[in-house]
Every structure is written in C-alpha cells, then in structure tokens.
C-alpha cells in the first residue's frame, strides 16, 4: 500500500477542503460511507466541525454519514486495555522516588531536602510529563542517554533507570504503563486491518508516535496526508506534512499593519472582544474568535457572563477552574493545610454556603462572610484553630463560630461522602443562568475521586497521602462542556482556526510564548536534545504557526482577519509580540516595530464597551426617622469630606468589608496603642521611664496575645516591635509630663453634650489636669507615621471650606458644657469663660482648658505632645469658628443635605468601588 502527500492550495479552508475529499465520489444518493476509512483531523474540535458540517450535507439529501473513526493524533494509537490508571502510575513513581532519591545523586543532588510524599508527587508529574513528550515522538528515557552530551549522561541514565523500575512496579500489579503500551500497539496495529484508508486531513505537526503508526498501517491500507498549500510549495513540507523549518523562518507573510492590533493591557483586549462578540451575536453576522490562552477565554467568559451570555469553550477548562473544582480544591487545601487562606476559600463557595445554611439554618450567607471578615481583619489568623479560637473567645461572631465547628465535624469524612452531603444541600441560583459545565465537571470529578481513591487503597496509601494523590491528579485534568446553541459565540484555539469558515476572524494572544509555543530553559527537553531526538521545539512551532497563519491568510477576504496583541497581562507583567506579527520584509520592520512599541496602545472605553444598560446607583431616600439624633465627633470630618459618604455611612450603614488584611490595619494599630496606654491611667504618679516602659511593653504583650494568640504573622510581628519601639518612647514624654506635674484624671472615657438638638458623642483618650495651675489638656493619641500638627490636620485657611475636622474643638466644647453643668451653683464671674494668651480657655472653675495630639509616630525621635494653637494669624478666634461650623454641619445633617457627592479624591476611602464607573452612575438618594 502507499504513504501519499496531497497538496490542496492556499485558497480554501480547512473545512470544505476536507468535506470535498470525504465526499468525492458520492453522488447525493444513499449515505456518505466512511466506514472503511479512519480519518485523523488536528483536534478534538476540528472533528466535531467535520462531523457537524458532513450531517449537514448529508440531511440536504435526505441520507446520512457511515463513519467509524475520526480521531486526534494523540488518539490515533489506541490504549490497550489492561493499562494502569495516570493515578496509579503518578503514586508508584512518586512512591519510587521517595525510597530511591537517596541513589540518585546525579538527578537530586541537594541535599538537605525535608523528602515526603507530597514532595515526591510533585518531582514525580514533572517526570510523567517528560516521559509523555518522549513518548509522543517514539522515545523512551533509555532512547535518549546516548543523545545527550557526556555531562548528562548520568543524569539521563538515573532517569532510565527510575522508568525501568516504574514499569516493573506496574508489572508486578498485572498491569502494563499506558505509555510503554502506545508505543507497541504502534508498532502491532489490529490485525485484520479495520481500514483500507486511513486520510490525515490538514495537520500540520504530526508526532512521531503517530508516524509510526501510519507507517504500520501503509502495510494493510493507503495513507494519504492532505496538506493545505499548493503543489508548488511541496519542497517546503518533510513527507508527513510538517513544515520544514529551514524553509519557513524567514519568510515574510502577507500582513498589512492595519490587520494589526496593539492594545495597552490584556483586560482591554477582552473587552473589546466581548463587544465585538455581543454585537456579532446580536446581528446574526459570523465571526470566528480564536483564544490560544485557555486563561484568556475564561477572562473572556467570564466577561460576557457580565451581560448574562456564555461563551463556549470547546477546548475545555481545567477541571480546578469550575466551580465543583474549586469547592473540592479548597476543601482539600483546608484538609491539609488548615490554614486561613483554605478556610476562607471553602466558605465563600456558594455550594458551601448552600450547605452551611441548611446545615445550621441561616437565612443567607451575609452574617457569615461579614464575620468572617471581621474576624480576619481583627485577629490576622493564620491557621484553622486559631480562626476558631478567635470566633469562639468573641462576642461578634457567633454564626462564624458555629460554621467553623460544622466543618471541624466533617474533618474526618471521606471525600465521597463529603461531597456526597454536601450537594445535596445545593441550590442552583434561579437569578443565574445554569452552569453549563457543573454536570461534566462533577462527573469527571467523581471518576477522578474513585480512580485515585483506587490507586490510593492498592498502594496502602494513608489518608494524606491519598488526599495529596487526589490533588495532583486534579491540576491536568480537564473537562470539556457539551456545545451550548444558546451561547453568544465560542473561542477556539490556534489549530483549528483553520476550520473555520467565516469570513471575519480574530486571533487573540497574539504574543510570544503563546503563538507561538515556546520552551526557554527546559531543564530535561531543552531545544538542543529535542531536535536531537525528534521532538517538535521552537524551531518547529515557529515553521508550522507561519505556515498556518499564512493559510488564514489566503482564504479569507482582505483585512478579513486581524491579529490582536496586549503589551501588558492583567498583571502588569509586560508581553512580548509574537514572532509572527514582525514576520515582515527587512524593509517595513522598523515601521513595524513602531506599531508594536512606539504608539499609544489602544485601551478600552465607554463607547467601545458593550451596549449594555446603565445600571445606576440610586440609594433609598432619607426618611426622617433616620436622621442621625447623635453623632460621634469623628463623624464630622466624614461629613465635611462628602456629605453623600457620610449618609452611606452614618445613615445607611453602610460599611467596606473583606478579609484581604496581611497585616494590622491602620484603626486596629491605634486602638492596641490606646489600649496599651489606658494603663498609665492606674500608676499616675508614676516618674520613672523604666517602669513606665516595662508596664505599657508588658500591656502590649498580653493584648497582643489575646488578639492575635501565640502565633501571629510575620507581618504583625513586624508591626508589634514598631508599636513597641514608640510605646517606649511614649514612656520617656509621660514620666516627664508627671514631673513636671501632670496627671491624668481620665482614660479613654466616654462622655456626651449637646449642641442645637444633637447629642454629640467623644471617647476621649487622655484628659490631663496640671497639679499646681490647674491647667486641662485633652489629649487625642496619634500613631500616624509622621507625626501630626493638630491645627494643619483641622484647619486649611486657604481651602474653600476651611475646617476640615472638627475634633478637637469639638473635645473641647464637651469638657466645657459638662463642667459647665457642674459649676451652675457658682457666681456668674467665677463662671465666666476666659481665654488664654493661647487662646485656650479657662473651665468654669477657672482652669485653662488645651486640646492637642500625643504623637506616636514611626521616627520616635518626634514623639512628643502638642497643643492646638486656636489664634488666627489675625488672632481671631477659630475656636468660635469651629464651633460655629460644628453647627453648620448639624444644621445640613438636620436637614437631610446629603447631596451632592464630592468630586475630589478621598484618602482612605471605603466607597471607592461605587465610584469606579464614574460619578455620572450615582443618583441623588431616592431619585430615580
């Protein structure tokens, strides 16, 4: 029989090319006939098109198509049976590895390495992936010790010999290795030959496990190899169809600039592909949208899911993507890693919330995940038990406490009856569309829990080590969701965009490293000892991704299709271009170059997003039962930043809430610094710095411990040795105070006064009074990290509004109507009001009253107390002023002004996400 190339021209796609050579011969009368024919097509989706478009033909004429086979390269070889499963074979060589490391010396030299079974597991995937590449191109690692150069033929040998075992240990179960079985059923096709003719349509870098085989079957059957590109380009094919690399690197292609698309950052080239999509679909108009990047088409995905439509994904996703993937991941994390970042995870799956509900009958999920923010943000947990201890020992988080103690029973279930229970309690949401890969995911999940739980039971494995099994099988398994007619388009990848036959197409991830493939540095296969053993490398993928870029080229209308290109990942992390965008004569390279770096790169905007409704923000209005009767006097400077911030926060509620705290936040920081301090309150008359030092450090420790328990991050520890580096420092400025005759008569105490109907709240850290003048100082502890004047964080002369907080006149003005209250009984000159050359003022009994921070900040050398200066540089009197704005405030708060927001930027500010499409999206509360 014969092996024949037959070339079929630029100008035709891969689809119709292929539907023509199936069906010649047939004259629309009975069934298309196939059955002796084993065709082999690029991919998995190239077959499903082929299928698709032959029924097609096929129901025109009333009849239908015969066919047996139309099968990838990697499935051209079938598995025999008998084989051992990828589980069982990834345990035993990880099992090997684990007990012969030792002998190893040339593969694992390190020594020092803290060896277990999770750590083998993982040497053991990488070398299961080696040994697939050898296999693919017909190699074993015995094949290749004579191929590499003398220095690594030691290590080449050790691997040999580490496959020899495995095969043996296989062996001895009465199994075979998948691999070493492919490799003899090439060479041992079925006999009596299934096929006469066996048709490779269009794929263009057939490996040589699959070489072997069309060569076995040329003995019983013809082999053709349909090549796209005409007759005249022969010479630049070997004789399986495989671009030949010295013929394609340097030529140029056929592209126009203007096919051309540079866009500044992979997030605005997915959007400008979902808008393009959402308008194709919404026209009826064919375009074909090819994502090589499977992380790119999930972006892409989840993107159109935005707009309530899916994507079809053909190529498949990895299975730890979807949400049954993710659930059983982070279930199997927290089993054993128990940590923070695990648990979190698990409780923020909607399919464990499901669960948690009916489990513990809440409502929803919302008292939950606030606590369980809360709780982080608070404590900085870093472990399981240290999250229940902390949801446990509090008083806010209840729900989180009960939720933890559920898990902690189901610790000890099997993965099967886990999950078994757990979705049983799921409810599909009936606002979302359905999940269109939840059936294949769960399925294949299951598959994938039996077959490793088998592997794991023949093997003795226990039960970590079974769970770590369960784990590494999961990350290269992928699923693959039935076609969705509904869906508002698909993405396929770079090697069936030739299958395509619309005429507009874009080609997406137009980047180096994606198309083309490209390896740097493989530590086993580099580029060398691939072409050394006949393994596909950079040098071929950059051939065969020319050659067919120059197809799609060729049989599409002019600027038909266009090459897309992000500068940067959504990560920031810079991209380079792919080769095959520079693929120009030496001529228009520095123009092209200029294209690719020296322009503005396009970004996504308004106009080119999506025609979508705008959604906006309309908050309910405000009902007079709701106006505020107190506020605490920090609320003031929220107010006097933006009105429309205040009323989210201070009338609705409405606060930020998440667990993405790594280290002590700025409000829990001060408040360990006020309660450390609280405790001079108890030795007030005491001087010496050494003891008043050795008291607050000893404070600190014990709230720390109580906080953040006996093993807090690294961060907080960081965090913990600053505060106690300015709480000493505080200690040097307090027991100079008292010397010099200070004392403090109130610690963090709450008070309240009235001012115009309002009822205003202050916990004041510190009041001092001076034991000889009489002198009050009211004291707020500032541990910002530069150290604050009190009159510059309050007071902006040059500012439209002036007053920018109003807390410590506010501090001021409460001390003075309590004391005021106090002292009714006196005469009136003794109770009359006097001020200072400082423009501080003299108590009803007389004693002047100061206001000012203590600062505590990160350069402890500017640790020190300092006073409000309340004189004008005309000497007016501001403090007057700031309580003539404090009314203001009550007035507009009274009054329900909380609009219009403020058009500059807030520090610190937790309504940031509501402004992020523009102010123009936020309605004035209770206006539609």
């Given at each position: 029989?014969?092996?024949?190339?037959?070339?079929?021209?630029?100008?035709?796609s891969?689809?119709?090319?292929?539907?023509?050579?199936?069906?010649?011969?047939?004259?629309?009368?009975?069934?298309?006939?196939?059955?002796?024919?084993?065709?082999?097509?690029?991919?998995?989706?190239?077959?499903?098109?082929?299928?698709?478009?032959?029924?097609?033909?096929?129901?025109?004429?009333?009849?239908?198509?015969?066919?047996?086979?139309?099968?990838?390269?990697?499935?051209?070889?079938?598995?025999?049976?008998?084989?051992?499963?990828?589980?069982?074979?990834?345990?035993?060589?990880?099992?090997?590895?684990l007990?012969?490391?030792?002998?190893?010396?040339?593969?694992?030299?390190?020594?020092?390495?803290q060896?277990?079974?999770?750590?083998?597991?993982?040497?053991?995937?990488?070398?299961?992936?080696?040994?697939?590449?050898?296999?693919?191109?017909?190699?074993?690692?015995?094949?290749?010790?004579?191929?590499?150069?003398?220095?690594?033929?030691?290590?080449?040998?050790?691997?040999?010999?580490?496959?020899?075992?495995?095969?043996?240990?296989?062996?001895?179960?009465?199994?075979?290795?998948?691999?070493?079985?492919?490799?003899?059923?090439?060479?041992?096709?079925?006999?009596?030959?299934?096929?006469?003719?066996?048709?490779?349509?269009?794929?263009p870098?057939?490996?040589?496990?699959?070489?072997?085989?069309?060569?076995?079957?040329?003995?019983?059957?013809?082999?053709?190899?349909?090549?796209?590109?005409?007759?005249?380009?022969?010479?630049?094919?070997?004789?399986?169809?495989?671009?030949?690399?010295?013929?394609?690197?340097?030529?140029?292609?056929?592209?126009?600039?203007?096919?051309?698309?540079?866009?500044?950052?992979?997030?605005?080239?997915?959007?400008?592909?979902?808008s393009?999509?959402?308008?194709?679909?919404?026209?009826?108009?064919?375009?074909?949208?090819?994502?090589?990047?499977?992380?790119?088409?999930?972006?892409?995905?989840?993107?159109?899911?935005?707009?309530?439509?899916s994507?079809?994904?053909?190529?498949?996703?990895?299975?730890?993507?979807?949400?049954?993937?993710?659930?059983?991941s982070?279930?199997?994390?927290?089993?054993?890693?128990?940590?923070?970042?695990?648990?979190?995870?698990?409780l923020?799956?909607?399919?464990?919330?499901?669960?948690?509900?009916?489990?513990l009958?809440?409502?929803?999920?919302?008292?939950?995940?606030?606590?369980?923010?809360?709780?982080?943000?608070?404590?900085?947990?870093?472990?399981?038990?240290?999250?229940?201890?902390?949801?446990?020992?509090g008083?806010g988080?209840?729900?989180?406490?009960?939720?933890?103690?559920?898990?902690?029973?189901?610790?000890?279930?099997?993965?099967?009856?886990?999950?078994a229970?757990?979705?049983?309690?799921?409810?599909?949401?009936?606002?979302?569309?359905?999940?269109?890969?939840?059936?294949?995911?769960?399925?294949?999940?299951?598959?994938?829990?039996?077959?490793?739980?088998?592997?794991?039971?023949?093997l003795?494995?226990?039960?970590?080590?079974?769970?770590?099994?369960?784990?590494?099988?999961?990350a290269?398994?992928?699923?693959?969701?039935?076609?969705?007619?509904?869906?508002?388009?698909?993405?396929?990848?770079?090697?069936?965009?030739?299958?395509?036959?619309?005429?507009?197409?874009?080609?997406?991830?137009?980047?180096?490293?994606?198309?083309?493939?490209?390896?740097?540095?493989?530590?086993?296969?580099?580029?060398s000892?691939?072409?050394?053993?006949?393994?596909?490398?950079?040098?071929?993928?950059?051939?065969?991704?020319?050659?067919?870029?120059?197809?799609?080229?060729?049989?599409?209308?002019?600027?038909?299709?266009?090459?897309?290109?992000?500068?940067?990942a959504?990560?920031?992390?810079?991209?380079?271009?792919?080769?095959?965008?520079?693929?120009?004569?030496?001529?228009?390279?520095?123009?092209?170059?200029?294209?690719?770096?020296?322009?503005?790169?396009?970004?996504?905007?308004?106009?080119?997003?999506?025609?979508s409704?705008?959604?906006?923000?309309?908050?309910?209005a405000c009902?007079?039962?709701?106006?505020?009767?107190?506020?605490?006097?920090?609320?003031?400077?929220?107010?006097?930043?933006?009105?429309?911030?205040?009323?989210?926060?201070?009338v609705?509620?409405?606060?930020?809430?998440?667990?993405?705290?790594?280290?002590?936040?700025?409000?829990?920081?001060?408040?360990?610094?006020?309660?450390?301090?609280?405790?001079?309150?108890?030795?007030?008359?005491?001087?010496?710095?050494?003891?008043?030092q050795?008291?607050?450090?000893?404070?600190?420790?014990r709230?720390?411990?109580?906080?953040?328990?006996?093993?807090?991050?690294?961060?907080?520890i960081?965090?913990?040795?600053?505060?106690?580096?300015?709480?000493?420092?505080?200690?040097?400025?307090?027991?100079?105070?008292?010397?010099e005759?200070?004392?403090?008569?109130?610690?963090?105490?709450?008070?309240?006064a009235?001012?115009?109907?309002?009822?205003?709240?202050?916990?004041?850290?510190?009041?001092?009074?001076?034991?000889?003048?009489?002198?009050?100082?009211?004291?707020?502890?500032?541990?910002?990290?530069?150290?604050?004047?009190?009159?510059k964080?309050?007071?902006?002369?040059?500012?439209?509004?002036?007053?920018?907080?109003l807390?410590?006149?506010?501090?001021?003005?409460?001390?003075?109507?309590?004391?005021?209250?106090?002292?009714?009984?006196?005469?009136?000159?003794?109770?009359?009001?006097?001020?200072s050359?400082?423009?501080?003022?003299?108590?009803?009994?007389?004693a002047?009253?100061?206001?000012?921070?203590?600062?505590?900040?990160?350069?402890?050398?500017?640790?020190?107390?300092v006073?409000?200066?309340?004189?004008?540089?005309?000497?007016?009197?501001?403090?007057?002023d700031?309580?003539?704005?404090?009314?203001?405030?009550?007035?507009?708060?009274?009054?329900?002004?909380?609009?219009?927001?403020?058009?500059?930027?807030?520090?610190?500010?937790?309504?940031?996400?509501?402004?992020?499409?523009?102010?123009?999206?936020?309605?004035?509360?209770?206006?539609?």
């Open positions: 029989m014969t092996i024949a190339r037959h070339f079929h021209g630029w100008t035709t891969s689809l119709p090319a292929a539907v023509e050579i199936l069906t010649r011969g047939w004259k629309g009368q009975g069934p298309i006939d196939l059955r002796d024919s084993l065709i082999v097509v690029p991919t998995r989706h190239a077959g499903r098109r082929l299928r698709a478009e032959l029924a097609r033909i096929a129901a025109q004429k009333g009849t239908a198509v015969l066919t047996n086979s139309i099968v990838t390269p990697e499935h051209l070889v079938p598995l025999p049976p008998g084989v051992a499963n990828d589980s069982l074979v990834l345990a035993l060589l990880a099992r090997r590895l007990g012969q490391h030792e002998k190893l010396p040339t593969l694992f030299p390190a020594k020092g390495t060896w277990d079974f999770t750590f083998a597991l993982g040497l053991a995937a990488q070398l299961q992936d080696v040994r697939r590449q050898l296999n693919e191109a017909d190699r074993s690692a015995a094949d290749i010790v004579s191929l590499v150069p003398e220095e690594e033929r030691d290590r080449w040998s050790e691997i040999a010999q580490l496959e020899k075992g495995l095969v043996q240990d296989i062996s001895r179960l009465g199994l075979k290795d998948p691999l070493v079985a492919r490799r003899e059923a090439a060479r041992r096709p079925a006999d009596p030959a299934p096929y006469s003719r066996i048709i490779a349509l269009f794929v870098d057939l490996p040589a496990l699959a070489v072997r085989m069309l060569q076995a079957m040329s003995a019983t059957g013809s082999v053709e190899l349909h090549i796209l590109a005409p007759e005249s380009e022969a010479a630049r094919f070997d004789e399986w169809g495989r671009p030949l690399p010295d013929r394609w690197e340097n030529e140029p292609l056929p592209l126009d600039d203007r096919q051309i698309h540079v866009f500044e950052q992979a997030p605005d080239e997915t959007e400008a592909l979902a393009l999509l959402i308008q194709a679909n919404h026209h009826k108009q064919a375009l074909t949208v090819c994502t090589p990047d499977p992380g790119n088409a999930q972006a892409l995905a989840r993107r159109l899911q935005i707009d309530g439509l994507l079809y994904l053909p190529n498949g996703v990895p299975i730890a993507s979807t949400a049954p993937g993710r659930l059983l982070a279930w199997l994390a927290l089993l054993r890693q128990r940590d923070y970042a695990s648990t979190a995870a698990f923020r799956h909607p399919d464990a919330q499901d669960w948690l509900g009916i489990r009958e809440l409502e929803d999920a919302n008292a939950l995940l606030s606590q369980l923010d809360q709780c982080q943000t608070k404590h900085l947990p870093t472990a399981f038990d240290d999250l229940l201890r902390f949801a446990k020992q008083k988080y209840p729900v989180l406490a009960r939720s933890l103690e559920e898990l902690k029973k189901h610790f000890a279930d099997s993965v099967p009856v886990f999950l229970d757990l979705y049983d309690c799921r409810k599909p949401s009936s606002a979302l569309p359905p999940d269109p890969l939840f059936a294949e995911a769960a399925k294949s999940l299951a598959d994938l829990v039996q077959t490793t739980g088998e592997s794991a039971q023949v003795g494995l226990d039960r970590e080590d079974s769970i770590d099994l369960l784990r590494t099988a999961m290269t398994e992928m699923v693959f969701p039935k076609p969705n007619p509904s869906a508002a388009g698909e993405t396929i990848g770079w090697l069936e965009v030739q299958w395509e036959t619309s005429p507009a197409v874009l080609l997406a991830d137009m980047r180096e490293g994606i198309v083309p493939e490209t390896r740097i540095g493989d530590a086993f296969l580099p580029d000892l691939r072409a050394k053993a006949g393994i596909a490398g950079n040098r071929e993928w950059f051939a065969r991704d020319l050659f067919l870029a120059r197809t799609l080229l060729a049989s599409h209308p002019p600027e038909g299709v266009r090459f897309l290109y992000s500068r940067r959504a990560n920031q992390d810079p991209q380079l271009p792919s080769r095959i965008l520079l693929a120009c004569p030496d001529n228009e390279l520095p123009k092209r170059v200029e294209l690719m770096f020296g322009r503005p790169g396009l970004r996504a905007t308004a106009d080119a997003a999506p025609a409704p705008i959604l906006p923000i309309v908050p309910p009902k007079p039962e709701r106006i505020p009767k107190s506020l605490s006097v920090t609320a003031f400077k929220a107010y006097l930043a933006c009105p429309f911030r205040f009323y989210l926060a201070q609705l509620g409405m606060k930020s809430e998440d667990d993405s705290a790594r280290e002590i936040d700025i409000m829990e920081f001060g408040t360990l610094a006020h309660d450390a301090l609280r405790i001079l309150k108890k030795h007030e008359a005491l001087d010496d710095e050494a003891e008043i050795s008291l607050l450090l000893a404070e600190l420790d709230l720390a411990q109580t906080q953040f328990g006996p093993r807090p991050s690294f961060a907080a960081v965090q913990l040795e600053s505060l106690r580096q300015r709480l000493s420092a505080a200690a040097k400025i307090h027991a100079a105070a008292v010397r005759g200070w004392r403090i008569i109130s610690a963090e105490e709450k008070f309240e009235e001012l115009d109907g309002m009822i205003l709240r202050a916990r004041i850290d510190r009041i001092d009074r001076h034991l000889e003048s009489g002198r009050i100082r009211i004291l707020d502890y500032k541990t910002s990290d530069g150290g604050e004047s009190p009159i964080t309050h007071f902006r002369p040059n500012s439209e509004e002036r007053w920018v907080d807390q410590l006149p506010l501090y001021r003005f409460i001390y003075e109507q309590l004391h005021l209250r106090a002292s009714r009984s006196l005469p009136p000159c003794a109770a009359g009001e006097q001020k050359a400082s423009g501080d003022a003299r108590s009803p009994g007389g002047i009253i100061a206001v000012g921070y203590f600062n505590l900040p990160k350069a402890t050398g500017k640790t020190g107390i006073e409000m200066d309340l004189r004008g540089k005309a000497g007016e009197d501001l403090y007057a700031a309580i003539a704005k404090a009314r203001e405030v009550i007035a507009g708060i009274q009054a329900g002004q909380f609009w219009p927001p403020t058009d500059k930027a807030i520090r610190f500010d937790d309504f940031e996400p509501l402004f992020a499409g523009g102010g123009s999206l936020i309605r004035e509360p209770g206006k539609p």
